[in-house]
């Protein structure tokens, strides 16, 4: 069941002042998924196991019927905030806040990763000719992406500043960004008469940008800052949930790896699936060829992500080093090939 976003936030709200703790909220039973996710393809594991019932079927083979609910946020902090209020179960966002909540719940209640959602290419794209790097960018640019500072999108900028300019300066572009949803940028983006002349976004909407203005153009690819292909996005949880939910847990991240195989043998099943989820007025055949663009890649197993775990810690935005992938992810045999 899809929440509307206002009866979610109205709950949240009074959730927030009924706990004084984080994760105060009773323990939810087998059977119960409440996930957060954001905007864009690179949810379309989840639209797709939504769609074909993955998530029941797969439940149903552990013993378990699952009530699922699925709410839809903008930008990591509110994601992070559903979380350790109790008010989901499983939070959908970029490596940048998962690594901020896993930092900050070490100890407590140990946030980390439970599956990427796939291999994507973020690209900054701007109206301005005169950017063609982001050195070019000046106080007349504005940039939008989910959540300043930390959002997945606003972490690579970060990490393209600090290679740029050097590690002290990687928060130099920090004053252009401005917290927006995907798909209010892209508008902006593409009817360009705003001062917001740049985004930093994903998959559909940097494409319709690229497509819908012909002054916009790529400054910025994420897989170049990032070394390669990368898991940007990902999907994570409390250690507490997963432990009291193997079987949910299991037929979640089971249903995941399903809905992926699903994508790479029938791409056009894949796109009605998230046209129906989302209600986008997207057109079909655009999607359908975004979503066979050879850079992406839909799996469970999360690549070349410590690179960004590492930089974060080197730069102190985050406190702990992590020495390997698996120190912010869960175990799970799905995820076995991760990095």
Do not use: C
Not at 116 to 142: C, E, H, M, Q, W
Not at 207 to 218: F, R, S, V, Y
Not at 223 to 239: F, I, K, M, Q, R
């Amino acid at each position: 069941m899809r929440i509307p976003f206002q009866k979610f936030a109205a709950g949240l709200s009074a959730l927030a002042l009924a706990t004084a703790t984080a994760f105060a909220a009773p323990a939810r039973a087998e059977g119960q998924l409440r996930i957060a996710q954001q905007f864009g393809l690179v949810y379309l594991l989840l639209n797709v196991a939504e769609d074909q019932k993955l998530i029941e079927k797969h439940a149903k083979l552990q013993g378990v019927p699952v009530k699922v609910d699925v709410v839809q946020l903008s930008g990591g902090n509110a994601v992070n905030d559903a979380l350790l209020s109790g008010a989901i179960d499983v939070a959908g966002a970029g490596v940048g806040p998962l690594l901020t909540i896993w930092d900050r719940t070490r100890g407590r209640q140990n946030v980390r990763g439970i599956a990427s959602l796939g291999n994507f290419p973020y690209y900054l794209v701007s109206t301005n000719p005169k950017v063609r790097t982001i050195a070019d960018f000046s106080d007349a640019d504005r940039i939008a992406l989910p959540a300043v500072t930390v959002s997945v999108q606003a972490r690579i900028l970060q990490m393209a500043a600090a290679k740029k300019w050097g590690t002290a300066q990687y928060t130099r572009l920090d004053r252009l960004t401005q917290s927006v949803p995907h798909p209010d940028a892209t508008a902006a983006v593409i009817a360009g008469q705003t001062e917001l002349n740049s985004h930093f976004g994903n998959p559909p909407f940097q494409d319709q940008e690229l497509a819908g203005n012909p002054k916009a153009h790529i400054v910025l690819n994420s897989y170049d800052v990032l070394g390669g292909p990368s898991s940007s996005t990902v999907l994570y949880a409390t250690e507490k949930w997963v432990k009291e939910n193997p079987k949910t847990y299991r037929a979640f991240v089971d249903a995941l790896n399903e809905a992926a195989q699903l994508i790479a043998a029938d791409p056009e099943l894949a796109t009605d699936a998230y046209l129906r989820v989302t209600r986008a007025k997207t057109d079909r055949a655009f999607l359908l060829k975004v979503i066979r663009n050879p850079q992406i890649e839909f799996k469970v197993a999360p690549q070349n992500t410590l690179g960004l775990a590492q930089f974060l810690h080197q730069a102190g935005a985050i406190k702990t080093r992590a020495a390997s992938w698996r120190d912010y992810f869960f175990e799970h045999p799905a995820l076995a090939a991760g990095s």
